[in-house]
Every structure is written in C-alpha cells, then in structure tokens.
C-alpha cells in the first residue's frame, strides 16, 4: 500500500480528541446532541452584543461584526450569523460561513446547509467544506478563499487524492449527506461539485453512492477523480461493477483512478481487464495502477503474476506484487517471498514482502513492521498493513504487547490500529494506555476507544461493564 488510496481509510490523525469533542460523535458543550440542529432563538441573539452590527447599512461593518462573532466561537450569535446568510453582499455571506464554521456548535449546520445553496459558487464551495469540517476538524480559515481558485487550477493540473475520512462509527447528521449530495448535483459550477464528491467520501455517506458513480463518468476530469476516490473511501462494493467501464477511459489519469478503485471495491470481473492493462498497456504508470489494483483484489489466478512481478526491475511493481500476494494467501509462495525479502534493497518494497510474508502465518518480521510506525517516511504505510493484518481472526492478540512499546509513536499509531480493527478485547488495552504518560498517546487511546465502542455498539455487540 502507498501513500495515495491505499490509506484512504487513514484519518487526520494530527486531530487531537481533547480538542475536538464532536470527532468522536460527542456534542460540543451546548445541551444540543449533534445529530440535532437547534431553532434559532431571538432571545438568544439578544443577549450577544457583537450581534448588533451584523444590521448595520455600512458592508464593511457587517463583514467585520462577521468575523468578530467567528473569533469569539459565542453560540448565541447563531441565529444572528443564520439570518445574515440573506446579506445582499457576497463578502458578508462569506464572513458569515467562516464565522459558523469556527463555533463548532450543533445549532451550525442548518445554516451551513442553507449557506451549500448560496449564489456566489465560492460561497457555496466554503459552505461544503464547513459541513465537512465539522466532523473532521479541518475548517476554512479567513483568507483560505483566496487561493481557492489557484488550487482549483492545481488540482487539475495535477490530482492528488485525500486521504482523509471520519473516525469509524462516527454518525453523521442525514440533513448534511442530503445537502452535500444536491450540491454534488449542482449543474451551476463544478467546484462546488468537486468539493461534494470530495466531502462524501470524507465522511462515507453511503447514502450517496448512486450520485458518485454518475459522477465518476462525469465529463469533467477532476469531478471523476474525485468521485472515483469518495467511493474508494466509502467501500460499496456494490459500486465496483458500474466502474469497470472506465478502465477504457481515453484519460489515463479516469484509467488509473479507476483501476485502484475497482480494486479496492474488490471487483472480481475486473480481473481479466485490469491483468491486460498490467501486461500490454504502454504507459507504465497504468501498468503500475493496474497491479495495484490487481493486488487490493488478491484473486489467487493473479498469483503468477504477482510472483513474477516480484523481481520486476521496478520497486513501484514489486511493491503491489508483494501486497497481491499477501491477499492470495497462497503458502506455496512463501518460499519466493523469503528469497525476496533478503534479496530486497529497497525499503518500501522489503516493508510490503515482509507484510506479505505475515499475512501467511510466519511472524518473523512482524517487529520489523511494527517498528516501522514510528518512522517519519513509512510509518503511514506500515499502519494500514497493520490493520489489515489486525483484521485476520486471531491476528488482533499478537499486536498487545507492543502496546509497551518504549517508543511512544509506536504505541500512538498501534492505537489508531486497534481503532479501525479493534474488538471487544481491545477496549481494557485502550483504557490503559488512555492514563499513558504521554498526552499524544492518551489521547488517541481516548479516541480509539472511542470509535472501537461505537462500532460494537452499530454492530449489536454490547462492550463490557469494566471497559468504559
């Protein structure tokens, strides 16, 4: 797995749970649960004297009574900030948007909903990354419209996938899903629709599948990518079959989106194309994403490929090759793997042999992975082999002792481990190391029991009186 959709499913992890309660599906501190979204309340308005200028005839003054409510994060300005979402003046509507987004208060979203259908398309582009932002933490700052339109011209120089996505058993609010999913349908611009389809896989709304799937045979490049990685980041498997289409895209970059993707959804009947891709396409960087796509779906007749794969003059190709073969799960290969392993000389391809090697039961270099988290340079890849791995039944109980590790990056990135792969055992490992010296430790442990929980509990599995 590299660092691109193979860690798709990986978090904002920067993003402490001390400082930002609603991650974790927990109400700011307003009386108001967050899937809610309370009336606005005049009497309420009232009491903040900040509010006042929002009425003001002057522009410039309400702009700035704007910005002021945002930096003072007072919900009671609310329904004043709400009402001022009908400015006649497209700055002010802006310094509205940003103000809600920086209170971070369940009573925000219904005017950020309405502020997704604003008529300014930078507004509503600032409107969908609130909503988003909301559940992740990453909101919009004063001045980030700025650049917008230079970053819109990167991304479509060159896309880049996010690998951002909410805290497994987060719920989010259906009202949110709805307004991100109309502004992913919005036929007025395709910013703001690109920054829809980026926020739904943000925040898996599975809900809105169908839509991506028509958006990732949009006619604009950026909206498909876009939505090929929303959907790789919601996992519908179901969705794989109405993809595979776009594996005779003329556009090279839909063709190797589409390849990952497809393999990530794990699309049997793709097998057969994406092997071609793999064998006579020209273009080597398709070539590579169809192997990695090839190794997401692990189908034990790419197993000779894989194997041959293995000592491709290129590290990008051996590197899937290994994971492919970790997926088959063959243990005649065994045998190749060691060889390769000693023979490797490149890092990232030795870390995905010796994952390989793991996945088939000889736990020689599970340490060396291990150790790998702490690392500046691969610890992002080493953390999904690891939950990967952590989701092979009996696997979990062998990844508790390095929860001792001396080293505290280790034991912070086991943590997010245990958050996407945990189980019921789990949550007594997390609550100890919830007291761990180090704060960053903790506070992962925190989050990670966290989502463990919320998951037993979508799953009818009721967690044990003593792990609260």
Same mark, same amino acid.
């Given at each position: 797995?590299?660092?691109?959709?193979?860690?798709?499913?990986? =978090?904002?992890?920067?993003?402490?749970?001390? &400082?930002?309660?609603?991650?974790?599906?927990?109400?700011?501190?307003?009386?108001?649960?967050?899937?809610?979204?309370?009336?606005?309340?005049?009497?309420?308005?009232?009491?903040?004297?900040?509010? +006042?200028?929002?009425?003001?005839?002057?522009?410039?003054?309400?702009?700035?009574?704007?910005?002021?409510?945002?930096?003072?994060?007072?919900?009671?300005?609310?329904?004043?900030?709400?009402?001022?979402?009908?400015?006649?003046?497209?700055?002010?509507?802006?310094?509205?948007?940003?103000?809600?987004?920086?209170?971070?208060?369940?009573?925000?979203?219904?005017?950020? !909903?309405?502020?997704?259908?604003?008529?300014?398309?930078?507004?509503?582009?600032?409107?969908?990354?609130?909503?988003?932002?909301?559940?992740?933490?990453?909101?919009?700052?004063?001045?980030?419209?700025?650049?917008?339109?230079?970053?819109?011209?990167?991304?479509?120089?060159?896309?880049?996938?996010?690998?951002?996505?909410?805290?497994?058993? =987060?719920?989010?609010?259906?009202?949110?899903?709805?307004?991100?999913?109309?502004?992913?349908?919005?036929?007025?611009?395709?910013?703001?629709?690109?920054?829809?389809?980026?926020?739904?896989?943000?925040?898996?709304?599975?809900?809105?599948?169908?839509?991506? !799937?028509?958006?990732?045979?949009?006619?604009?490049?950026?909206?498909?990518?876009?939505?090929?990685?929303?959907?790789?980041?919601? &996992?519908?498997?179901?969705?794989?079959?109405?993809?595979?289409?776009?594996?005779?895209?003329?556009?090279?970059?839909?063709?190797?989106?589409?390849?990952?993707?497809?393999?990530?959804?794990?699309?049997?009947?793709?097998?057969?194309?994406?092997?071609?891709?793999?064998?006579?396409?020209?273009?080597?960087?398709?070539?590579?994403?169809?192997?990695?796509?090839?190794?997401?779906?692990?189908?034990?007749?790419?197993?000779?490929?894989?194997?041959?794969?293995?000592?491709?003059?290129?590290?990008?190709?051996?590197?899937?090759?290994?994971?492919?073969?970790?997926?088959?799960?063959?243990?005649?290969?065994?045998?190749?793997?060691?060889?390769?392993?000693?023979?490797?000389?490149?890092?990232?391809?030795?870390?995905? !042999?010796?994952?390989?090697?793991?996945?088939?039961?000889?736990?020689?270099?599970?340490?060396?992975?291990?150790?790998?988290? %702490? %690392?500046?340079?691969?610890?992002?890849?080493?953390?999904?082999?690891?939950?990967?791995?952590?989701?092979?039944?009996?696997?979990?109980?062998?990844?508790?002792?390095? =929860?001792?590790?001396?080293?505290?990056?280790?034991?912070?990135?086991?943590?997010?481990?245990?958050?996407?792969?945990?189980?019921?055992?789990?949550?007594?490992?997390?609550?100890?190391?919830?007291?761990?010296?180090?704060?960053?430790? +903790?506070?992962?442990?925190?989050?990670?029991?966290?989502?463990?929980?919320?998951?037993?509990?979508?799953?009818?599995?009721?967690?044990?009186?003593?792990?609260?």
């Amino acid at each position: 797995m590299r660092r691109s959709l193979a860690v798709s499913w990986v =978090l904002v992890l920067l993003i402490l749970p001390t &400082e930002i309660p609603f991650l974790f599906g927990q109400a700011p501190s307003s009386g108001t649960t967050q899937g809610s979204v309370p009336p606005a309340n005049s009497s309420t308005t009232a009491t903040n004297p900040l509010s +006042s200028p929002l009425k003001s005839s002057n522009e410039k003054v309400r702009a700035r009574a704007a910005r002021d409510l945002g930096k003072a994060q007072d919900a009671s300005a609310i329904p004043a900030l709400a009402a001022a979402l009908s400015d006649p003046s497209q700055k002010v509507r802006r310094e509205v948007i940003l103000a809600l987004a920086q209170i971070h208060q369940p009573g925000t979203l219904a005017a950020l !909903i309405k502020a997704t259908e604003d008529a300014d398309e930078g507004n509503r582009v600032l409107a969908v990354q609130s909503l988003v932002g909301y559940y992740t933490g990453i909101i919009p700052t004063p001045g980030i419209s700025g650049f917008l339109k230079k970053e819109v011209k990167r991304a479509q120089a060159h896309f880049t996938p996010d690998t951002t996505r909410i805290d497994p058993g =987060l719920s989010v609010d259906p009202n949110v899903i709805t307004a991100l999913d109309a502004a992913l349908k919005d036929t007025r611009s395709h910013r703001a629709s690109r920054e829809a389809a980026k926020g739904l896989g943000i925040l898996v709304a599975r809900a809105a599948v169908p839509d991506l !799937i028509k958006a990732a045979h949009s006619s604009d490049e950026t909206l498909s990518l876009e939505a090929l990685n929303a959907l790789s980041k919601i &996992e519908a498997r179901s969705a794989g079959g109405e993809l595979v289409d776009l594996l005779d895209s003329p556009d090279k970059d839909i063709k190797q989106q589409a390849s990952v993707t497809i393999g990530i959804l794990r699309t049997g009947q793709a097998v057969p194309k994406l092997q071609s891709i793999f064998e006579s396409d020209t273009n080597q960087k398709s070539k590579e994403k169809a192997l990695e796509g090839l190794a997401y779906l692990g189908a034990p007749a790419s197993s000779p490929l894989f194997t041959k794969a293995l000592w491709s003059g290129d590290k990008v190709i051996r590197t899937s090759a290994a994971e492919g073969l970790a997926r088959t799960a063959d243990p005649k290969t065994l045998p190749e793997l060691e060889k390769a392993v000693m023979a490797e000389k490149d890092a990232d391809a030795k870390l995905a !042999i010796e994952y390989a090697i793991t996945a088939l039961g000889k736990l020689d270099y599970l340490s060396d992975i291990v150790n790998e988290l %702490s %690392s500046r340079t691969r610890g992002d890849i080493a953390q999904p082999y690891l939950i990967e791995l952590a989701r092979t039944p009996g696997f979990l109980p062998k990844l508790y002792p390095y =929860l001792q590790s001396p080293n505290a990056g280790v034991r912070k990135r086991l943590c997010t481990v245990i958050m996407f792969s945990g189980d019921q055992t789990s949550l007594d490992q997390l609550d100890r190391l919830s007291h761990d010296p180090n704060g960053d430790v +903790s506070a992962q442990a925190l989050r990670a029991k966290r989502a463990v929980r919320a998951r037993l509990e979508v799953a009818g599995t009721t967690p044990t009186t003593g792990s609260h």
